[in-house]
DNA sequence: CGGCATGTGAGAACTGTTGTCGACTGTGCG
DNA sequence: CGCACAGTCGACAACAGTTCTCACATGCCG
């Protein structure tokens, strides 16, 4: 049986009000700084609990920590900004139709996909910037 | 300057014979066990210059595990079968316009993107048919 | 209300990764 | 060839994120 406790209902609310992406600690630590007391552990079972019922979507950074985000309901993907971190949703019929279509000529069934785009958002890449033509070299 | 020693070409060697992916611990614990003498932290120095270098991709399992795959250099995402781990690489020109469309339309510069497909291949989608071509045995 | 299965939380334990530092060794030079 | 030395090695410590442990608390059901 699963019971409603105050630290699972709280932990619930603070992906309510977030917008992106937070880790197990972030969620912690907002919570201690809010006033509610809870342990480390409680905020991992809890999370990952929402994780199980589909209500959080958990990925890893490259750092190798999970973050959570409140998105299951339609399929969309992530345009995130490396410097502060601010997240936009986007959609892109043309890139499911592609990854649809790509999979299907290699015989895959049955297609998910994950995809994410990092990028610095126009704020933080108005300061100073020593190349004013930036463009990376290794991707297209 | 950067020096050839056993241990990097071995560590080099080690993605040449191997399909797929290994975290640097696999690699460590197969180097061990083919005789060579090699710390693990030469392991994670080797592996990340060769990441370094664009001569492997990294990524990150579901557990945080960092593992490696010696690809091509040029930019191309994979098609990953949830059963056996067989990997394909794919490329689209499609979908990089379309990341850098969109993430300039949102003001964005720099930008990077990371896909990943997921899907049941055709040998293991097969129900009761056993692929002549089978799983490599350690694949995640 | 009372019983008790389930949840909590502080801290220990565990895992993967990175840092430290003395010893070692390719590499370039004479 | 041999020497100097910067780059490298490797055992181990340190670290961060996560999971486990276990005594105690608490929501749920009758």
Redesign the interface.
């Given at each position: 049986m699963i019971r409603n406790t105050r630290q699972r209902t709280a932990v619930n609310a603070v992906f309510e009000e977030l917008e992106g992406f937070a880790s197990a600690q972030e969620v912690h630590a907002r919570m201690r700084a809010g006033g509610d007391s809870i342990g480390l552990s409680t905020v991992y079972r809890a999370v990952q609990a929402l994780v199980d019922d589909g209500e959080l979507d958990s990925i890893?950074t490259?750092s190798?920590?999970?973050i959570y985000r409140r998105c299951s309901t339609r399929h969309h993907h992530h345009?995130v900004?490396r410097v502060c971190g601010r997240t936009?949703e986007?959609e892109?019929p043309?890139?499911e139709r592609?990854?649809d279509r790509?999979?299907g000529e290699?015989?895959?069934?049955?297609?998910?996909?994950?995809?994410?785009?990092?990028?610095?958002?126009?704020a933080c890449?108005a300061p100073a910037e020593p190349s004013p033509v930036?463009a990376?070299a290794?991707?297209?």
């Open positions: 890893r490259d190798g920590e999970a345009l900004c936009e986007v892109g043309t890139v592609w990854a790509v999979a290699h015989g895959f069934v049955d297609v998910k996909h994950t995809l994410e785009i990092f990028g610095t958002c126009a890449h930036d990376p290794d991707q297209r």
